[in-house]
Protein backbone atom coordinates (compact mmCIF):
# COMPACT_ATOMS: atom_id res chain seq x y z
CA UNK A 1 0.00 0.00 0.00
CA UNK A 2 0.92 3.49 -0.80
CA UNK A 3 1.88 6.05 2.14
CA UNK A 4 -0.06 8.83 2.31
CA UNK A 5 1.13 12.30 2.51
CA UNK A 6 0.84 15.07 4.79
CA UNK A 7 0.73 18.89 5.37
CA UNK A 8 2.99 18.94 8.32
CA UNK A 9 4.13 22.49 7.96
CA UNK A 10 2.89 26.20 6.88
CA UNK A 11 3.40 29.71 6.72
CA UNK A 12 2.04 32.74 5.39
CA UNK A 13 2.83 36.63 5.54
CA UNK A 14 -0.39 38.01 5.59
CA UNK A 15 -1.84 39.58 2.71
CA UNK A 16 -1.85 42.92 1.36
CA UNK A 17 -2.37 45.69 -1.72
CA UNK A 18 1.07 46.59 -1.40
CA UNK A 19 4.03 45.01 0.40
CA UNK A 20 7.14 48.18 -0.20
CA UNK A 21 8.81 47.14 3.05
CA UNK A 22 9.82 43.20 1.89
CA UNK A 23 11.43 42.83 -1.71
CA UNK A 24 9.74 39.03 -3.07
CA UNK A 25 13.16 37.55 -1.65
CA UNK A 26 12.37 38.41 1.75
CA UNK A 27 8.44 38.10 1.72
CA UNK A 28 9.00 34.35 0.92
CA UNK A 29 11.90 34.22 3.38
CA UNK A 30 9.43 34.79 6.21
CA UNK A 31 6.75 32.26 5.06
CA UNK A 32 9.46 29.95 4.90
CA UNK A 33 10.81 30.64 8.51
CA UNK A 34 7.53 29.79 9.25
CA UNK A 35 6.70 26.93 7.43
CA UNK A 36 10.09 25.02 8.74
CA UNK A 37 9.28 26.17 12.23
CA UNK A 38 5.83 24.89 12.07
CA UNK A 39 7.23 21.75 10.83
CA UNK A 40 10.00 21.40 13.25
CA UNK A 41 12.69 20.91 10.10
CA UNK A 42 15.51 22.83 8.59
CA UNK A 43 15.61 23.37 5.38
CA UNK A 44 18.50 20.47 5.04
CA UNK A 45 16.18 18.52 6.10
CA UNK A 46 13.92 19.24 2.79
CA UNK A 47 14.35 16.31 0.23
CA UNK A 48 13.02 18.71 -2.61
CA UNK A 49 11.63 22.21 -3.22
CA UNK A 50 8.74 23.96 -5.46
CA UNK A 51 8.26 27.13 -6.47
CA UNK A 52 4.52 27.75 -8.54
CA UNK A 53 5.05 30.83 -10.37
CA UNK A 54 4.51 32.46 -13.37
CA UNK A 55 7.25 34.69 -15.20
CA UNK A 56 4.70 37.06 -16.43
CA UNK A 57 3.70 38.11 -13.04
CA UNK A 58 7.02 38.25 -11.76
CA UNK A 59 8.82 39.94 -14.77
CA UNK A 60 12.03 37.84 -14.99
CA UNK A 61 11.98 34.81 -17.23
CA UNK A 62 13.47 31.75 -15.99
CA UNK A 63 12.51 32.78 -13.07
CA UNK A 64 13.75 29.27 -11.22
CA UNK A 65 17.35 30.92 -11.34
CA UNK A 66 15.76 33.21 -8.36
CA UNK A 67 14.05 31.00 -6.17
CA UNK A 68 16.72 29.25 -4.34
CA UNK A 69 17.83 31.44 -1.16
CA UNK A 70 14.40 32.34 -0.03
CA UNK A 71 13.81 28.71 0.52
CA UNK A 72 16.54 27.60 1.81
CA UNK A 73 17.20 25.71 -1.39
CA UNK A 74 20.95 26.91 -1.79
CA UNK A 75 22.67 24.39 -4.01
CA UNK A 76 19.03 21.50 -3.51
CA UNK A 77 17.10 20.22 -6.07
CA UNK A 78 14.76 23.34 -7.15
CA UNK A 79 12.22 23.65 -9.54
CA UNK A 80 9.00 25.81 -10.30
CA UNK A 81 6.24 25.14 -11.61
CA UNK A 82 3.85 27.70 -14.06
CA UNK A 83 0.89 26.74 -12.53
CA UNK A 84 -1.69 27.45 -9.63
CA UNK A 85 -0.56 26.37 -5.82
CA UNK A 86 -2.91 23.64 -5.65
CA UNK A 87 -1.24 21.69 -9.11
CA UNK A 88 1.73 22.83 -7.26
CA UNK A 89 0.87 20.62 -4.40
CA UNK A 90 -0.12 18.10 -6.40
CA UNK A 91 3.06 17.57 -7.99
CA UNK A 92 5.24 16.88 -4.41
CA UNK A 93 2.11 14.81 -3.64
CA UNK A 94 3.35 12.92 -6.39
CA UNK A 95 7.10 13.14 -5.87
CA UNK A 96 6.74 11.49 -2.65
CA UNK A 97 4.71 9.06 -4.01
CA UNK A 98 7.15 7.54 -5.79
CA UNK A 99 9.39 6.89 -2.80
CA UNK A 100 12.14 8.80 -3.78
CA UNK A 101 11.26 11.52 -1.52
CA UNK A 102 10.47 11.97 1.96
CA UNK A 103 9.84 15.55 2.79
CA UNK A 104 8.77 18.45 -0.05
CA UNK A 105 8.22 22.12 0.33
CA UNK A 106 6.15 23.89 -2.15
CA UNK A 107 6.15 27.70 -2.40
CA UNK A 108 4.26 30.40 -3.88
CA UNK A 109 3.72 34.29 -3.38
CA UNK A 110 2.19 37.24 -5.09
CA UNK A 111 4.25 40.66 -5.91
CA UNK A 112 0.78 41.73 -8.03
CA UNK A 113 1.33 45.60 -6.35
CA UNK A 114 4.91 45.44 -8.84
CA UNK A 115 2.73 44.51 -12.24
CA UNK A 116 2.42 47.88 -13.23
CA UNK A 117 0.44 46.56 -16.17
CA UNK A 118 -1.21 43.79 -14.76
CA UNK A 119 -4.51 44.47 -17.66
CA UNK A 120 -1.52 43.67 -20.25
CA UNK A 121 0.15 40.64 -18.90
CA UNK A 122 -3.79 39.24 -18.61
CA UNK A 123 -4.14 40.67 -22.17
CA UNK A 124 -1.10 38.81 -22.72
CA UNK A 125 -2.85 35.04 -21.99
CA UNK A 126 -5.26 36.07 -24.39
CA UNK A 127 -5.69 33.52 -27.85
CA UNK A 128 -3.74 36.37 -30.17
CA UNK A 129 -5.32 35.45 -33.30
CA UNK A 130 -9.47 34.81 -32.05
CA UNK A 131 -8.95 37.14 -28.87
CA UNK A 132 -6.69 39.90 -28.71
CA UNK A 133 -7.58 41.60 -31.59
CA UNK A 134 -10.78 42.37 -30.07
CA UNK A 135 -8.94 44.78 -27.82
CA UNK A 136 -11.39 44.20 -24.97
CA UNK A 137 -9.92 44.58 -21.26
CA UNK A 138 -10.04 40.15 -20.35
CA UNK A 139 -12.12 40.48 -17.54
CA UNK A 140 -15.02 40.84 -20.28
CA UNK A 141 -14.59 36.31 -20.52
CA UNK A 142 -15.81 36.99 -17.13
CA UNK A 143 -18.59 39.15 -17.96
CA UNK A 144 -20.23 36.81 -20.84
CA UNK A 145 -19.36 33.86 -18.68
CA UNK A 146 -21.32 34.89 -15.61
CA UNK A 147 -24.04 35.65 -18.37
CA UNK A 148 -24.61 32.44 -19.73
CA UNK A 149 -23.64 30.88 -16.21
CA UNK A 150 -26.75 33.05 -14.30
CA UNK A 151 -29.46 32.64 -17.55
CA UNK A 152 -28.78 29.09 -18.14
CA UNK A 153 -29.31 28.18 -14.48
CA UNK A 154 -31.20 30.78 -12.99
CA UNK A 155 -28.85 32.20 -10.12
CA UNK A 156 -28.72 35.93 -10.11
CA UNK A 157 -27.10 38.80 -9.87
CA UNK A 158 -28.47 39.34 -6.62
CA UNK A 159 -27.24 36.33 -5.11
CA UNK A 160 -23.83 36.86 -6.76
CA UNK A 161 -23.79 40.17 -4.39
CA UNK A 162 -24.44 37.82 -1.40
CA UNK A 163 -21.37 35.71 -2.04
CA UNK A 164 -19.23 39.21 -2.12
CA UNK A 165 -21.02 40.40 1.14
CA UNK A 166 -20.41 36.59 2.95
CA UNK A 167 -16.78 36.46 1.73
CA UNK A 168 -15.80 40.19 2.72
CA UNK A 169 -17.55 39.59 5.89
CA UNK A 170 -15.56 36.74 6.35
CA UNK A 171 -12.20 38.41 5.92
CA UNK A 172 -12.78 40.62 8.54
CA UNK A 173 -11.90 37.86 11.19
CA UNK A 174 -9.31 36.90 9.07
CA UNK A 175 -6.03 39.27 9.80
CA UNK A 176 -3.90 37.99 7.04
CA UNK A 177 -6.81 39.44 4.41
CA UNK A 178 -6.49 42.20 2.47
CA UNK A 179 -9.95 43.04 1.49
CA UNK A 180 -12.35 42.77 4.21
CA UNK A 181 -15.38 44.96 4.67
CA UNK A 182 -18.65 44.74 6.09
CA UNK A 183 -20.82 45.72 2.90
CA UNK A 184 -24.33 45.17 1.84
CA UNK A 185 -26.14 43.48 -1.21
CA UNK A 186 -27.07 47.25 -2.31
CA UNK A 187 -23.48 48.17 -2.30
CA UNK A 188 -22.20 45.38 -4.55
CA UNK A 189 -25.28 45.59 -6.92
CA UNK A 190 -24.69 49.08 -7.29
CA UNK A 191 -20.97 48.88 -7.50
CA UNK A 192 -19.41 50.59 -11.05
CA UNK A 193 -20.41 48.03 -13.69
CA UNK A 194 -16.92 46.76 -15.62
CA UNK A 195 -18.57 43.77 -18.05
CA UNK A 196 -21.94 43.85 -17.48
CA UNK A 197 -23.10 41.67 -15.83
CA UNK A 198 -19.72 41.86 -13.92
CA UNK A 199 -19.52 44.74 -11.63
CA UNK A 200 -16.47 46.21 -9.66
CA UNK A 201 -17.20 44.61 -6.16
CA UNK A 202 -17.55 40.74 -7.82
CA UNK A 203 -14.41 40.69 -8.99
CA UNK A 204 -11.18 39.62 -6.43
CA UNK A 205 -9.07 42.31 -6.10
CA UNK A 206 -5.08 41.97 -5.88
CA UNK A 207 -3.05 41.81 -3.46
CA UNK A 208 0.65 40.73 -2.37
CA UNK A 209 1.78 37.98 0.10
CA UNK A 210 3.72 34.83 -0.02
CA UNK A 211 2.69 31.15 1.21
CA UNK A 212 4.65 27.97 1.76
CA UNK A 213 4.14 24.34 2.67
CA UNK A 214 5.72 21.71 4.02
CA UNK A 215 4.61 17.97 2.74
CA UNK A 216 5.98 14.53 4.21
CA UNK A 217 4.93 10.92 3.28
CA UNK A 218 2.80 9.31 5.98
CA UNK A 219 5.73 7.60 8.25
CA UNK A 220 7.82 10.86 7.97
CA UNK A 221 4.71 13.01 9.39
CA UNK A 222 4.03 10.90 12.02
CA UNK A 223 7.46 11.51 13.67
CA UNK A 224 7.28 14.80 12.96
CA UNK A 225 4.10 16.08 13.98
CA UNK A 226 1.11 15.91 16.30
CA UNK A 227 -1.23 17.21 14.03
CA UNK A 228 -0.36 16.11 10.12
CA UNK A 229 -3.48 17.26 7.80
CA UNK A 230 -3.43 14.49 5.18
CA UNK A 231 -3.98 14.95 1.61
CA UNK A 232 -6.35 12.23 1.20
CA UNK A 233 -7.58 13.29 -2.56
CA UNK A 234 -5.61 15.66 -4.98
CA UNK A 235 -6.09 16.33 -8.83
CA UNK A 236 -6.45 18.64 -11.57
CA UNK A 237 -7.97 19.07 -14.81
CA UNK A 238 -7.73 21.97 -17.95
CA UNK A 239 -11.02 22.09 -19.49
CA UNK A 240 -12.25 23.49 -22.75
CA UNK A 241 -9.54 26.13 -23.37
CA UNK A 242 -11.52 28.10 -26.05
CA UNK A 243 -13.77 30.45 -24.27
CA UNK A 244 -16.27 30.36 -27.75
CA UNK A 245 -16.62 27.02 -27.31
CA UNK A 246 -17.05 26.42 -23.65
CA UNK A 247 -19.94 25.11 -21.56
CA UNK A 248 -20.64 28.24 -19.29
CA UNK A 249 -22.96 27.02 -17.02
CA UNK A 250 -21.06 24.79 -15.49
CA UNK A 251 -16.70 24.45 -15.18
CA UNK A 252 -15.60 21.22 -16.86
CA UNK A 253 -12.40 21.42 -15.08
CA UNK A 254 -13.76 21.77 -11.40
CA UNK A 255 -16.52 18.95 -12.19
CA UNK A 256 -13.51 16.46 -13.40
CA UNK A 257 -11.12 16.90 -10.93
CA UNK A 258 -13.68 16.85 -7.71
CA UNK A 259 -14.90 13.76 -9.44
CA UNK A 260 -11.42 12.35 -9.46
CA UNK A 261 -10.68 13.98 -6.09
CA UNK A 262 -13.78 12.37 -4.09
CA UNK A 263 -13.01 9.07 -5.62
CA UNK A 264 -8.68 9.04 -4.47
CA UNK A 265 -10.79 10.54 -1.04
CA UNK A 266 -13.87 7.72 -0.94
CA UNK A 267 -16.11 10.77 -0.81
CA UNK A 268 -19.70 10.03 -1.75
CA UNK A 269 -22.05 12.87 -0.97
CA UNK A 270 -19.59 16.20 -0.41
CA UNK A 271 -22.10 18.09 1.45
CA UNK A 272 -22.33 15.29 4.07
CA UNK A 273 -18.71 13.74 3.40
CA UNK A 274 -17.27 17.42 3.86
CA UNK A 275 -17.55 20.04 7.08
CA UNK A 276 -16.05 23.45 4.99
CA UNK A 277 -14.89 24.09 1.46
CA UNK A 278 -12.51 27.03 0.12
CA UNK A 279 -13.42 27.72 -3.05
CA UNK A 280 -11.94 29.61 -5.74
CA UNK A 281 -13.93 33.08 -5.90
CA UNK A 282 -11.79 35.39 -8.17
CA UNK A 283 -15.25 36.49 -9.17
CA UNK A 284 -18.57 36.52 -7.17
CA UNK A 285 -20.31 33.99 -9.97
CA UNK A 286 -16.90 31.65 -9.99
CA UNK A 287 -18.02 30.10 -5.94
CA UNK A 288 -21.42 29.72 -7.34
CA UNK A 289 -20.41 27.92 -10.84
CA UNK A 290 -17.84 25.84 -9.24
CA UNK A 291 -20.11 24.63 -5.87
CA UNK A 292 -22.62 23.09 -8.73
CA UNK A 293 -19.54 21.87 -10.73
CA UNK A 294 -18.06 20.12 -7.49
CA UNK A 295 -21.73 18.75 -6.68
CA UNK A 296 -21.93 20.44 -3.35
CA UNK A 297 -25.10 22.63 -5.17
CA UNK A 298 -27.42 21.37 -7.56
CA UNK A 299 -27.41 22.91 -11.27
CA UNK A 300 -29.11 26.50 -10.15
CA UNK A 301 -29.02 26.06 -6.60
CA UNK A 302 -25.92 27.42 -5.28
CA UNK A 303 -27.47 30.85 -5.15
CA UNK A 304 -30.12 30.35 -3.26
CA UNK A 305 -27.75 28.16 -0.78
CA UNK A 306 -26.09 31.09 -0.68
CA UNK A 307 -28.60 33.76 0.03
CA UNK A 308 -30.54 31.51 2.51
CA UNK A 309 -27.25 31.70 3.94
CA UNK A 310 -25.99 27.64 4.11
CA UNK A 311 -22.42 28.62 2.77
CA UNK A 312 -21.85 31.45 6.13
CA UNK A 313 -19.34 30.08 8.44
CA UNK A 314 -22.04 28.95 11.35
CA UNK A 315 -24.08 27.79 7.70
CA UNK A 316 -24.58 23.86 7.19
CA UNK A 317 -21.88 24.07 4.36
CA UNK A 318 -19.23 26.75 5.03
CA UNK A 319 -17.52 28.29 2.05
CA UNK A 320 -14.81 30.34 1.75
CA UNK A 321 -14.52 31.14 5.68
CA UNK A 322 -11.16 32.51 4.86
CA UNK A 323 -12.11 35.22 2.84
CA UNK A 324 -11.74 33.58 -0.25
CA UNK A 325 -10.00 35.30 -2.99
CA UNK A 326 -12.37 38.26 -2.72
CA UNK A 327 -11.92 38.78 1.18
CA UNK A 328 -8.33 38.12 1.48
CA UNK A 329 -6.88 39.05 -1.72
CA UNK A 330 -5.73 37.35 -5.39
CA UNK A 331 -2.20 36.23 -5.07
CA UNK A 332 -2.69 34.22 -8.35
CA UNK A 333 -0.38 31.64 -8.65
CA UNK A 334 -0.54 31.82 -4.96
CA UNK A 335 -4.15 32.29 -4.45
CA UNK A 336 -4.80 28.30 -3.43
CA UNK A 337 -1.97 28.49 -0.61
CA UNK A 338 -4.03 31.22 1.06
CA UNK A 339 -6.72 28.47 1.10
CA UNK A 340 -4.61 25.51 1.79
CA UNK A 341 -3.60 27.64 4.97
CA UNK A 342 -6.71 28.08 6.11
CA UNK A 343 -8.24 24.36 5.81
CA UNK A 344 -5.36 23.20 7.77
CA UNK A 345 -5.68 25.92 10.86
CA UNK A 346 -9.35 24.75 10.31
CA UNK A 347 -8.47 20.91 10.53
CA UNK A 348 -6.32 21.49 12.87
CA UNK A 349 -8.77 23.40 15.06
CA UNK A 350 -6.31 26.35 15.46
CA UNK A 351 -8.15 28.99 13.28
CA UNK A 352 -9.24 31.21 16.23
CA UNK A 353 -11.96 33.56 15.65
CA UNK A 354 -12.82 31.60 12.65
CA UNK A 355 -12.68 27.77 13.86
CA UNK A 356 -15.90 26.14 13.01
CA UNK A 357 -16.37 22.97 15.63
CA UNK A 358 -15.53 19.67 14.62
CA UNK A 359 -13.96 20.12 11.50
CA UNK A 360 -12.64 16.76 10.05
CA UNK A 361 -12.39 16.90 6.23
CA UNK A 362 -12.46 19.94 3.62
CA UNK A 363 -11.90 20.62 0.29
CA UNK A 364 -10.10 23.03 -1.60
CA UNK A 365 -10.84 24.20 -5.44
CA UNK A 366 -8.78 26.25 -7.15
CA UNK A 367 -8.98 28.30 -10.96
CA UNK A 368 -6.19 29.58 -12.68
CA UNK A 369 -7.81 32.50 -13.47
CA UNK A 370 -8.90 34.37 -16.75
CA UNK A 371 -8.80 33.14 -19.66
CA UNK A 372 -8.16 29.57 -18.14
CA UNK A 373 -9.93 26.45 -18.08
CA UNK A 374 -7.99 25.02 -15.24
CA UNK A 375 -8.44 24.08 -11.60
CA UNK A 376 -7.48 21.81 -9.08
CA UNK A 377 -9.53 19.79 -6.30
CA UNK A 378 -7.61 18.66 -2.91
CA UNK A 379 -9.27 17.00 -0.45
CA UNK A 380 -7.82 17.42 3.64
CA UNK A 381 -8.86 15.47 6.32
CA UNK A 382 -7.13 15.72 9.92
CA UNK A 383 -7.86 11.99 10.38
CA UNK B 1 -2.08 10.75 -47.13
CA UNK B 2 -1.37 13.11 -49.46
CA UNK B 3 1.35 15.87 -47.60
CA UNK B 4 2.93 17.43 -50.53
CA UNK B 5 0.35 20.30 -50.19
CA UNK B 6 2.58 20.83 -47.93
CA UNK B 7 5.89 23.55 -48.60
CA UNK B 8 8.38 22.49 -47.11
CA UNK B 9 10.72 24.83 -47.28
CA UNK B 10 11.00 28.23 -45.38
CA UNK B 11 9.31 31.48 -47.05
CA UNK B 12 10.91 33.85 -49.37
CA UNK B 13 10.90 37.74 -48.44
CA UNK B 14 8.54 38.43 -50.84
CA UNK B 15 6.53 35.42 -49.74
CA UNK B 16 6.81 36.49 -45.99
CA UNK B 17 5.86 40.36 -46.81
CA UNK B 18 2.95 38.97 -48.69
CA UNK B 19 1.50 36.99 -46.11
CA UNK B 20 -0.85 37.51 -43.38
CA UNK B 21 0.10 37.68 -39.87
CA UNK B 22 -0.12 38.52 -36.55
CA UNK B 23 1.33 40.94 -34.21
CA UNK B 24 1.33 41.77 -30.82
CA UNK B 25 3.93 44.38 -28.67
CA UNK B 26 3.11 43.56 -25.22
CA UNK B 27 3.29 46.03 -22.76
CA UNK B 28 5.31 44.71 -19.97
CA UNK B 29 6.10 47.11 -16.61
CA UNK B 30 7.24 46.43 -13.24
CA UNK B 31 8.60 47.92 -10.17
CA UNK B 32 10.05 45.51 -7.84
CA UNK B 33 10.19 46.54 -4.71
CA UNK B 34 13.56 46.35 -3.03
CA UNK B 35 12.55 45.89 0.79
CA UNK B 36 15.37 45.94 3.18
CA UNK B 37 18.44 44.12 1.81
CA UNK B 38 18.30 45.40 -1.77
CA UNK B 39 16.98 49.34 -0.24
CA UNK B 40 19.80 49.05 2.08
CA UNK B 41 22.79 48.12 -0.48
CA UNK B 42 21.10 50.69 -3.18
CA UNK B 43 20.60 53.69 -0.20
CA UNK B 44 24.56 52.95 0.15
CA UNK B 45 25.46 53.45 -3.06
CA UNK B 46 23.78 57.05 -3.02
CA UNK B 47 26.39 57.74 -0.42
CA UNK B 48 28.68 56.37 -1.93
CA UNK B 49 29.90 53.66 -0.06
CA UNK B 50 29.38 49.51 -1.03
CA UNK B 51 27.14 48.16 1.59
CA UNK B 52 27.91 44.08 2.74
CA UNK B 53 25.94 42.02 5.62
CA UNK B 54 27.85 40.07 8.12
CA UNK B 55 26.42 36.54 9.63
CA UNK B 56 28.50 35.71 12.88
CA UNK B 57 27.15 32.34 12.95
CA UNK B 58 29.00 31.43 9.03
CA UNK B 59 31.32 34.48 9.56
CA UNK B 60 30.64 35.48 6.01
CA UNK B 61 31.04 39.29 5.11
CA UNK B 62 28.22 39.20 1.86
CA UNK B 63 27.76 41.11 -0.99
CA UNK B 64 25.53 42.81 -1.97
CA UNK B 65 24.05 43.46 1.40
CA UNK B 66 21.29 41.02 2.12
CA UNK B 67 18.44 40.39 5.36
CA UNK B 68 19.13 36.79 5.87
CA UNK B 69 22.00 34.31 5.20
CA UNK B 70 20.71 32.24 2.78
CA UNK B 71 23.34 29.42 3.55
CA UNK B 72 22.99 29.49 7.43
CA UNK B 73 19.16 30.05 7.31
CA UNK B 74 18.91 33.40 9.66
CA UNK B 75 18.84 36.92 9.52
CA UNK B 76 22.20 38.45 9.14
CA UNK B 77 23.51 40.42 12.00
CA UNK B 78 24.64 43.77 10.94
CA UNK B 79 25.37 45.86 7.64
CA UNK B 80 28.73 46.88 7.12
CA UNK B 81 30.68 49.00 4.83
CA UNK B 82 33.58 47.39 3.00
CA UNK B 83 35.93 49.19 0.29
CA UNK B 84 35.44 50.71 -3.04
CA UNK B 85 38.42 48.90 -4.20
CA UNK B 86 38.82 45.32 -5.41
CA UNK B 87 40.30 42.46 -7.71
CA UNK B 88 39.29 41.14 -11.11
CA UNK B 89 37.91 37.98 -10.89
CA UNK B 90 37.03 37.28 -14.31
CA UNK B 91 36.03 39.37 -17.10
CA UNK B 92 34.57 39.79 -20.56
CA UNK B 93 35.41 41.85 -23.67
CA UNK B 94 32.16 42.65 -25.43
CA UNK B 95 32.44 43.60 -29.09
CA UNK B 96 28.15 43.74 -29.40
CA UNK B 97 25.53 45.88 -27.34
CA UNK B 98 22.84 45.02 -25.23
CA UNK B 99 20.57 44.62 -28.13
CA UNK B 100 23.68 42.10 -30.20
CA UNK B 101 24.47 44.76 -32.53
CA UNK B 102 27.94 45.54 -33.52
CA UNK B 103 30.37 47.50 -32.09
CA UNK B 104 32.27 49.80 -34.68
CA UNK B 105 35.85 49.30 -35.11
CA UNK B 106 36.58 52.57 -32.85
CA UNK B 107 33.89 52.16 -30.45
CA UNK B 108 35.48 51.74 -27.43
CA UNK B 109 34.66 47.77 -25.57
CA UNK B 110 32.85 47.36 -23.01
CA UNK B 111 34.51 44.97 -20.45
CA UNK B 112 31.80 43.79 -17.62
CA UNK B 113 34.21 41.99 -15.17
CA UNK B 114 33.17 40.18 -11.55
CA UNK B 115 35.36 42.30 -9.00
CA UNK B 116 36.05 40.41 -5.61
CA UNK B 117 35.57 43.37 -3.39
CA UNK B 118 38.05 44.41 -0.81
CA UNK B 119 36.42 43.88 2.91
CA UNK B 120 34.09 40.82 1.70
CA UNK B 121 34.81 37.23 2.01
CA UNK B 122 36.18 35.48 -0.01
CA UNK B 123 34.09 34.87 -3.60
CA UNK B 124 32.22 37.47 -2.99
CA UNK B 125 31.99 39.70 -5.99
CA UNK B 126 29.99 42.12 -7.53
CA UNK B 127 29.19 42.66 -11.41
CA UNK B 128 30.24 45.64 -12.88
CA UNK B 129 32.17 47.33 -15.69
CA UNK B 130 35.82 48.14 -16.18
CA UNK B 131 36.83 51.76 -17.57
CA UNK B 132 40.04 53.79 -17.91
CA UNK B 133 41.85 50.56 -19.10
CA UNK B 134 42.66 48.92 -22.33
CA UNK B 135 40.82 45.78 -23.46
CA UNK B 136 44.18 44.14 -23.78
CA UNK B 137 45.58 45.17 -20.54
CA UNK B 138 42.71 43.78 -18.33
CA UNK B 139 44.57 41.11 -16.28
CA UNK B 140 42.69 38.64 -13.64
CA UNK B 141 43.62 39.39 -10.60
CA UNK B 142 43.85 43.33 -11.26
CA UNK B 143 43.87 45.80 -8.67
CA UNK B 144 40.81 47.82 -9.59
CA UNK B 145 38.85 51.18 -7.62
CA UNK B 146 35.48 52.07 -7.99
CA UNK B 147 35.08 56.07 -10.14
CA UNK B 148 31.82 57.41 -8.45
CA UNK B 149 29.68 59.56 -9.76
CA UNK B 150 29.22 63.15 -8.26
CA UNK B 151 27.08 63.21 -5.22
CA UNK B 152 24.55 65.27 -6.59
CA UNK B 153 24.09 62.61 -9.86
CA UNK B 154 23.76 59.37 -7.49
CA UNK B 155 20.06 58.47 -7.44
CA UNK B 156 20.35 54.93 -5.59
CA UNK B 157 21.49 51.94 -8.55
CA UNK B 158 24.60 50.37 -8.98
CA UNK B 159 25.36 53.06 -12.07
CA UNK B 160 26.07 55.01 -9.17
CA UNK B 161 29.74 53.43 -9.96
CA UNK B 162 30.40 54.73 -13.15
CA UNK B 163 32.78 51.92 -13.18
CA UNK B 164 36.25 50.15 -11.75
CA UNK B 165 39.73 51.55 -13.21
CA UNK B 166 43.04 49.98 -12.39
CA UNK B 167 45.06 51.58 -9.53
Redo the contacts between chains.
Sequence with gaps: MKERVAIVGIGVTGFFSVSPSLSFKELTYTAAVKAYEDAGLHPKDIDSFITASEDFMEGYSIFDEYVPDQMGAVMRPVQTVTADFLQALGIGWMMINTGRFRIIAVESHSKASNVKTLDEVKAFALDPVYIRPLKENSDFLAGLEMNRFLTETGNTEEQCAHVVVKNKANALKNPHAAHAAKLTVDDVLSSNPISHPLKELDAAKAADGAVMVVLASEKEAKALCKKPIWICGISWFSGQGNPWSRTFAYADYAQLAAQKAYKMAGISNPIKDLDFAEISDEYSYKELQHLESIGVARKGEAGFLTQSGATLADGIFPVNISGGLIGVGNTFEAAAGIMVYDAVMQLRHEAGMRQIPNACRGLVQSWRGVPTATGAVAILSNE | MIINNVPMKGLTSEEYEKAIK?S?K??????????????KYLASLKEGMILAAYCQKCGRIMLPAR??C??C?RPTDRYVTVKDTGVVNTYAICHINWDASRLKPDEPRHIPAVIEIDGASQGQGILHILGNVEPSNVKIGMKVKAVWKPAAERTGSITDIRFFEPY
Design positions: IWPQLQYAWDNGIGIGAFEMW
